[in-house]
């Protein structure tokens, strides 16, 4: 097949298409670099069934030949990111999955919309099933990434109604793995590069509010898993094993042998106090559930992280 991978040069993205290619597809990322990084696919190069286009998906793309499958991962996914780049958050959910929509629509190909247990916001249900609507804040600093991800889910519901396009929507909890970036805020690059570096790990709040660790290689099968099924409706993948952010903490402290201290912030506006998934449905449908461990997936993290430089600063 030919597979459409936005946001390619991503983080989940540039593992989603050495996940293709290794099946023997032909594989055109595209990103414009907002956040991807295109050394995160530099090694794909090489191989003649991968191609790499810059281009920015809130622009009508125009592909030659067939295409199969699109795979609509373009979205800055960390608070750091969405929080710098609101507006071209919303836009890429928007304008950007209608121009894929479109593209898919025009092609007859499959169409997979990454979206994000943000949908669930701060949940009052849990764990958190696909038929939970959510506990949003429509206007908070996050809705920017909330509610452009609703919006999507919306619109990619309403093309597959009205025009039959086989769509798919994956709400992906929290993953980590190799080729996070250093500075994006999220838990898991931070407290690493933090204890590898000596420097005090920051926790925000009191630690007490909890996640649940998906590794990128359980999540991208979920994925692939998914795309090649019938459902039409939301699917949760990740980790259902849930443990406290000081929790996580210990387990980074312990597997780096680093003593550095914990530092507390107060808790952002609107961050989720819990947060688990309900694999009940990926299991019975896709025959799906997280194979890696939480020590083993960080091992490979942090041995990733390890050849990583410090950001510099820019004056």
């Keep these: 097949m030919r597979i459409i991978v936005t946001g390619g040069a991503g983080f989940v993205g540039s593992h989603l298409c050495e996940r293709w290619l290794d099946d023997g597809h032909d594989v055109l990322a595209v990103d414009n670099y907002a956040t991807g990084r295109a050394e995160n696919v530099e090694h ?106 609703r919006f999507a889910e919306a619109l990619t519901m309403a093309y597959h109604r009205e025009f039959g396009v086989a769509t798919h929507i994956v709400r992906i909890f929290n993953t980590y793995g190799p080729r996070m970036k250093l500075n994006d805020g999220r838990v898991a690059p931070n407290f690493i590069d933090q204890a590898l570096r000596g420097r005090p790990i920051t926790v925000y709040g009191d630690g007490s509010q ?13 994925l692939t ?40 912030k107060p808790l952002p506006a609107d961050d989720p106090k ?22 083993e997936g960080l091992r490979e993290t942090i041995e990733y992280f390890r050849g990583v430089p410090e950001p510099t600063a820019v004056s």
Excluded at 97 to 126: I, Q, V
Excluded at 234 to 240: A, E, K, L, Q, R
Excluded at 242 to 252: G, H, K, N, R, V
């Design 225 to 264: 898993r998914l795309a090649l099924s019938d459902e039409r409706e939301p699917v949760n993948i990740g980790n259902p094993t849930e443990l406290t952010i000081l929790q996580f903490a210990e387990t980074i402290q312990k597997l780096i042998g680093s003593d550095c201290p914990v530092a507390r």
């Design 210 to 222: 909890t996640r649940s660790f998906c590794y990128v290689s359980d999540l991208v099968d979920g």
């Design 44 to 149: 794909l190069l090489a191989n003649p069934r991968f191609e790499l286009l810059a281009h920015n998906v809130t622009e009508p793309l125009e592909i030659a030949g067939d295409v199969d499958f699109i795979f609509h991962m373009a979205c800055p996914a960390s608070p750091v990111d969405y929080l710098a780049l609101p507006i071209e958050t919303m836009m890429v959910c928007s304008a950007g999955t209608k121009n894929m929509l479109d593209l898919a629509r025009a092609k007859n190909a499959g169409f997979l919309l990454a979206s994000t247990s943000e949908c669930y916001g701060d949940p009052l249900e849990h764990p958190q099933k696909e038929t939970y609507w959510g506990h949003v804040n429509p206007i908070g600093p996050r809705s920017v990434y909330d509610e452009a991800k």
């Design 274 to 295: 819990q947060r688990k998934p309900d694999i009940t449905k990926a299991r019975r449908l896709l025959g799906w559930e997280p194979k890696v461990g939480l020590e």
